[in-house]
T-cell receptor, first 117, second 114 residues
């Protein structure tokens, strides 16, 4: 069973650029969540996708957007990069039987380290 | 709004000694509570979780945690730490249905000395 994978591992961008981060969810999982972890901080929830629809969003501006594909992999897009976007971006996947089912364990990927210069 | 406080930024423990990491949460209903561990360059690994029932929960790697509603706490304990336990530990609270966003604390870095 393959776990959650993320690509790329590291990325360096300059302010104002756009970036796309990718996540392959664990086999059988249909829900993906994205988190931003700044240095020395805990992860902060960006948004969640359930069966290709956004299903919850944290306190992040619209320039943070995402997609979930039919195979349940996901992308996180960030436009107009700012210096404060430098962080570790974590993806987590889980299987949710129905839209309102109770908690299902989230499995985290190793993250993508984004540096904005 | 839900929140998590981990009052200890950094803890140093001798190998073989006992460990307790503190976590206080704020949530309006019965919370879903979690402890995760993060080693350098790694993602987050779930140590244990509390949803309901027995307030003392057992996890992996010999860890346990106790839910105390009256104190809004969910402290993590281990009777005897190993050098491999050195890592960053995060407490988190989950919202309604449990699978909504997780709100994490700022973490506690654990250092083990020989």
């Amino acid at each position: 069973e393959t776990g959650v994978t993320q690509s790329p591992t590291h990325l360096i961008k300059t302010r104002g650029q756009q970036v796309t981060l990718r996540c392959s969810s664990q086999s059988g999982h249909n829900t993906v969540s994205w988190y931003q972890q700044a240095l020395g901080q805990g992860p902060q929830f960006i948004f969640q996708y359930y069966r290709e629809e956004e299903n919850g969003r944290g306190n992040f501006p619209p320039r943070f957007s995402g997609l979930q594909f039919p195979n349940y992999s996901s992308e996180l897009n960030v436009n107009a990069l700012e210096l404060d976007d430098s962080a570790l971006y974590l993806c987590a996947s889980s299987f949710r039987p129905t839209a309102f089912s109770s908690y299902n364990e989230q499995f985290f990927g190793p993250g993508t380290r984004l540096t904005v210069l | 709004a839900q929140s998590v406080t981990q009052p200890d930024i950094h803890i140093t423990v001798s190998e073989g000694a006992s460990l307790e990491l503190r976590c206080n949460y704020s949530y309006g209903a019965t919370p879903y509570l979690f402890w995760y561990v993060q080693s350098p360059g790694q993602g987050l690994q779930l140590l244990l979780k509390y949803f309901s029932g027995d307030t003392l929960v057992q996890g992996i790697k010999g860890f346990e945690a106790e839910f105390k509603r009256s104190q809004s706490s969910f402290n993590l304990r281990k009777p005897s730490v190993h050098w491999s336990d050195a890592a960053e530990y995060f407490c988190a609270v989950g919202g309604p249905f449990g699978n909504e966003k997780l709100t994490f604390g700022t973490g506690t870095r654990l250092t083990i000395i020989p």
